[in-house]
């Protein structure tokens, strides 16, 4: 299982970016999906997940601002960040349940300046 994530930048304060995750391979029982992220000196933390049929549940940091979505057909998962803050600076990694083991992509870095 791969999952290569795309999208991250550098915004400015106020600003959006939008997040995708493909995931390839043996994936035919592809289930909860999720974003997380790792800002320096910091654990990594949960973001937002959503389940096969479209369950959500976000952070309290992310309630509100983030949006996280999936396409099925496309084995994709999406995350729209909006009204950007500079604390949300981190590297954004998604992640998803392949049966019962959870699977990391490589993160993309998301840069909020003031």
């Known amino acids: 299982v791969q999952l290569q994530a795309s999208g991250g930048g550098l915004v400015q304060a106020g600003g959006s970016l939008r997040l995708s995750c493909a995931a390839s391979?043996?994936?035919?029982?592809?289930?909860?999906m999720g974003w997380h992220r790792q800002a320096p000196g910091k654990q990594r933390e949960l973001v937002a997940s959503?389940?096969?049929?479209?369950?959500?549940m976000y952070a309290n940091s992310a309630k509100e601002r983030f949006t996280i979505s999936r396409d099925n057909a496309k084995n994709t998962v999406y995350l729209q960040l909006d009204s950007l803050k500079p604390e949300d600076t981190a590297v954004y990694y998604c992640?998803?349940?392949?049966?019962?083991?959870?699977?990391w992509g490589q993160g993309t870095q998301v840069t909020v300046s003031s």
């Open positions: 959503i389940s096969r049929d479209g369950t959500t």
């Open positions: 992640g998803a349940f392949v049966l019962s083991t959870y699977y």
């Open positions: 391979g043996t994936i035919d029982s592809l289930g909860g």
